[in-house]
């Protein structure tokens, strides 16, 4: 069973530029969650959503980010003109269903590993 | 507002020695996660504590949750090299819900 996918995993662009970054779930998880971390800080959660909903996006800076996690294919968070404060680390995260969880297994965000974007 | 705080937020420590990193959480909550970071790398799941008193352990690391106290400790016992690395404790509301992570302690082993 793959992991949580990332894609790119590191990506540049130009100030003014639009980031894409793209997550796939672990198989069967229908829930995703991504977090950004600063240089040197730790991770800010920033937005939660199921297939075709955002269920939590207080996170997220008012403009130029945006969210969705259609049904069919990966997650994506898109970022417009970006700046070079948003370099950082962006990492996701899925968990399945609640009522798909193991019984006796703890719930746990499973981590992709990230994708680095750099602003220049 | 949920806050999580971890200290030290930097050790060291010699090889062979004993610490803990504690973490305190502002809000009820009997969920608690550690993660261990290398750089540039992703997040490492090391233990998950689900109620009041859970202890885990795994190699020379233990975890343990005092939910009334809203803290958790992460022992380290016998630190070696490989230990090295920073790491994360993350506490949730409810089941599903978003992570608040501690800003992470950069635990380096010296030789």
């Known amino acids: 069973n793959a992991g949580v996918m990332q894609n790119p995993r590191h990506l540049v662009r130009r100030r003014g530029q639009e980031a894409r970054l793209r997550c796939s779930p672990m198989?069967?998880?229908?829930?995703v969650y991504w977090y950004r971390q600063l240089p040197e800080e730790g991770l800010k959660f920033m937005v939660y959503?199921?297939?075709?909903?955002?269920?939590?996006e207080s996170g997220m800076p008012k403009e130029r980010f945006s969210a969705e996690f259609p049904k069919e294919g990966p997650s994506i968070l898109r970022i417009q003109q970006v700046v070079r404060g948003d370099s950082a680390a962006y990492f996701c995260?899925?968990?399945?269903?609640?009522?798909?969880?193991?019984?006796?297994?703890?719930?746990?965000?499973?981590f992709g590993p990230g994708t680095r974007l750099t602003v220049t | 507002e949920l806050k999580v705080e971890q200290n030290p937020l930097f050790l060291s420590m010699q090889e062979g020695k004993n610490y803990t990193i504690y973490c305190n959480y502002s809000?009820?909550?009997?969920?608690l996660y550690w993660y261990r970071q290398d750089p540039g790398k992703s997040l490492e799941s090391l233990f998950v504590l689900l109620s009041n008193g859970a202890v885990k352990q795994e190699g020379r690391l233990m975890a343990s949750l005092d939910t009334k106290a809203r803290l958790s400790t992460l022992h380290i016992t016998a630190a070696v090299h490989d230990l090295s690395a920073t790491y994360f404790c993350?506490?949730?509301?409810?089941?599903?819900?978003?992570?608040?992570f501690g800003e992470g302690t950069q635990l380096t082993v010296n030789p």
């Open positions: 809000t009820t909550s009997d969920r």
């Open positions: 198989k069967g998880h229908s829930h």
């Open positions: 959503l199921q297939k075709e909903n955002i269920i939590d």
């Open positions: 995260a899925s968990s399945p269903p609640t009522g798909h969880r193991l019984a006796g297994v703890p719930y746990e965000q499973y």
């Open positions: 993350a506490v949730d509301r409810t089941s599903g819900s978003r992570l608040t």
